[in-house]
């Protein structure tokens, strides 16, 4: 990659090494087998919109804190900015510019009318309590209220945020407007416009994909194991879906550790556990385990369903699971996806398997635009047959083309989104 393409901060993080680094070797991949020239790349690698603002957050002792936020927006080529908000301690600028990026390939693969955004704020949730979580959320919403919107940029949780997060986001907007307006966020409370079978959509996209792809290797779910490493909304749906397809998820985990069952875990106990308690940890119907020694455990699926670079040079080659299934967003880096490939591993990228998630966002948009609300099954039915026909075209586009999954998904999602800027024309 020559980095005269690229902007200041992206051309660093590009010599470097993180999820953006990652994200702009992934793009310079795709423009190379596309044939694209040098313009058309430095479009594509830029953010169309970065916004960094202060959160001035009044504590409950009294006492003043002044946060950072982000929101930026990467491509609106194919319609409105869409992507989640992350509270986190490690949120910084260039993990949301690399998460804007890749949202805007997840929505082109999908074909969902969408570009991508990601937004975040540098906190750890664990240390505020509901009330200055609540004005914090208010307070940034309102700092980027003029960038968002149904038609123009669309928020929704991601780690560290959840559907009480975008209620209070879609109040703030709301009330800035003057009227109620369903469609600023999704990933809401059903109570206020949410869509049946958004909470529970990204995991049980990652789980339609898993088994399509333990099918393709020739595993059927009964008799095969597998391991999770995270617990939240994306990793807990996950291994819930995966126990009742059959498959015995033998180890979990989240970032305070993990637990270890021979035959399978009780999911919905350990969920009831994880309520309890905030952890996985201390789950009686399993034995403690080793949290660095889940991804090298010897099942048939891995799914990483935490955070990005879990994946990485110096573990890749302990990986012995046929098939890797990306929960998380950037979870493997790309020296790690070249060990995994040499090893035979099938390693289906996050653009693919995690994108249930915004395939509902996108059908609970729909549905609060038009205030018409569809039935469980309808959603389910519609998610199932999306994520199955993306899983469809990246096989053939990897067959075709002799390229990996996540190749052959980030070349069909950046020449979707070049296509669209180019039919578009560039103005003035
Ligand atoms: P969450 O905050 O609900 O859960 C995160 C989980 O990961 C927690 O159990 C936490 O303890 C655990 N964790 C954190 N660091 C860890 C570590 N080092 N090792 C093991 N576990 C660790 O977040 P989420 O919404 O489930 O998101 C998880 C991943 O999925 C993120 O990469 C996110 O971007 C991605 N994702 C989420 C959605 C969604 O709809 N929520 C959609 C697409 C992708």
Same mark, same amino acid.
């Given at each position: 990659?020559?980095?005269?393409?690229l902007? +200041?901060? &992206?051309?660093?993080?590009?010599?470097?090494?993180?999820p953006?680094?990652?994200?702009?070797?992934?793009?310079?991949?795709?423009?190379?087998?596309?044939?694209?020239?040098?313009g058309?790349?430095?479009?594509?690698?830029?953010?169309?919109?970065?916004?960094?603002?202060?959160?001035?957050?009044?504590? /409950?002792?009294?006492?003043?804190e002044?946060?950072t936020?982000?929101?930026?927006?990467?491509?609106?080529?194919?319609?409105?900015?869409?992507?989640g908000?992350r509270?986190?301690? &490690?949120?910084?600028?260039?993990?949301?510019?690399?998460?804007?990026?890749?949202?805007?390939?997840?929505?082109? $693969?999908l /074909?969902?009318p969408?570009?991508?955004?990601?937004?975040?704020?540098?906190i750890?949730?664990r240390?505020?309590?509901?009330?200055?979580?609540?004005?914090?959320t208010?307070r940034?919403?309102?700092?980027?209220?003029?960038?968002? %919107?149904?038609?123009?940029?669309?928020?929704? +949780? /991601?780690?560290?945020?959840? !559907?009480?997060?975008?209620?209070?986001?879609?109040?703030?907007?709301?009330?800035?407007?003057?009227?109620?307006?369903? %469609?600023?966020?999704? *990933?809401?409370?059903?109570s206020?416009?949410?869509?049946? #079978?958004?909470s529970?959509?990204?995991?049980q996209g990652?789980?339609?994909i898993?088994?399509?792809?333990?099918?393709?290797?020739g595993?059927a779910?009964?008799?095969?194991?597998?391991a999770?490493?995270?617990? %939240?909304?994306?990793?807990?749906?996950? =291994?819930?879906?995966?126990?009742?397809?059959g498959?015995?998820?033998?180890?979990?985990?989240?970032?305070y %550790?993990?637990?270890?069952?021979? @035959? *399978?875990l /009780?999911?919905? =106990?350990?969920?009831?556990?994880?309520?309890?308690?905030?952890?996985?940890?201390?789950? @009686?119907g399993?034995?403690?385990?080793?949290?660095?020694?889940?991804? @090298?455990?010897?099942?048939?699926?891995?799914?990483?369903?935490?955070?990005?670079?879990?994946?990485?040079? #110096?573990?890749?080659?302990?990986?012995?699971?046929?098939?890797?299934v990306?929960?998380?967003?950037?979870?493997?880096? *790309?020296?790690?996806?070249?060990?995994?490939?040499?090893?035979?591993?099938?390693?289906?990228?996050?653009?693919?398997?995690?994108a #249930?998630g915004?395939?509902?966002s996108?059908?609970?948009?729909?549905?609060?635009?038009?205030?018409?609300?569809?039935?469980?099954?309808?959603?389910?039915a519609?998610?199932e047959?999306?994520?199955l026909?993306?899983? !469809?075209?990246? $096989?053939?586009?990897?067959a075709?083309? *002799?390229?990996?999954?996540?190749?052959?998904?980030?070349?069909?999602?950046?020449?979707?989104?070049?296509?669209?800027?180019?039919?578009?024309?560039?103005? +003035?």
């Amino acid at each position: 990659m020559t980095t005269d393409v690229l902007a +200041p901060a &992206a051309a660093e993080a590009a010599e470097g090494t993180g999820p953006l680094a990652d994200a702009q070797a992934q793009l310079s991949a795709a423009v190379a087998a596309l044939g694209y020239e040098t313009g058309l790349h430095r479009l594509l690698a830029r953010p169309r919109r970065e916004m960094t603002v202060s959160i001035p957050l009044r504590r /409950d002792d009294g006492s003043v804190e002044v946060l950072t936020g982000h929101r930026v927006q990467h491509n609106f080529s194919r319609g409105p900015a869409k992507g989640g908000l992350r509270y986190s301690p &490690a949120v910084d600028l260039d993990e949301v510019r690399a998460l804007a990026m890749w949202m805007t390939w997840k929505c082109a $693969l999908l /074909d969902v009318p969408y570009g991508g955004a990601k937004g975040g704020i540098t906190i750890d949730p664990r240390n505020y309590s509901r009330g200055e979580l609540e004005r914090v959320t208010r307070r940034y919403t309102s700092e980027i209220l003029p960038i968002i %919107g149904p038609e123009r940029d669309i928020p929704a +949780p /991601d780690i560290g945020t959840d !559907e009480q997060t975008m209620a209070w986001m879609m109040d703030t907007y709301s009330v800035s407007v003057g009227y109620t307006v369903p %469609g600023v966020v999704t *990933g809401k409370p059903v109570s206020v416009g949410g869509s049946l #079978g958004r909470s529970s959509a990204t995991s049980q996209g990652v789980v339609h994909i898993a088994l399509a792809a333990l099918a393709h290797r020739g595993i059927a779910p009964a008799g095969a194991t597998a391991a999770v490493q995270g617990f %939240g909304k994306v990793g807990a749906g996950a =291994a819930q879906f995966l126990a009742e397809a059959g498959v015995e998820v033998v180890a979990v985990s989240d970032q305070y %550790g993990a637990v270890h069952r021979t @035959g *399978g875990l /009780d999911v919905t =106990a350990l969920q009831r556990h994880v309520a309890a308690t905030g952890s996985v940890v201390g789950f @009686g119907g399993a034995d403690p385990f080793p949290a660095e020694r889940l991804l @090298g455990l010897d099942v048939h699926l891995l799914v990483p369903a935490a955070v990005e670079g879990v994946l990485h040079a #110096g573990n890749a080659a302990e990986v012995t699971a046929e098939v890797v299934v990306e929960g998380a967003n950037g979870p493997t880096t *790309g020296a790690a996806d070249e060990i995994l490939a040499a090893n035979g591993v099938l390693v289906v990228p996050d653009i693919l398997a995690n994108a #249930g998630g915004v395939i509902v966002s996108y059908f609970e948009w729909v549905q609060s635009n038009q205030a018409y609300w569809w039935s469980a099954a309808e959603v389910d039915a519609r998610l199932e047959a999306r994520m199955l026909a993306a899983w !469809e075209k990246v $096989l053939a586009v990897a067959a075709e083309r *002799g390229l990996s999954l996540r190749e052959a998904a980030t070349v069909t999602a950046v020449q979707r989104v070049a296509d669209a800027h180019l039919t578009r024309g560039l103005y +003035p």
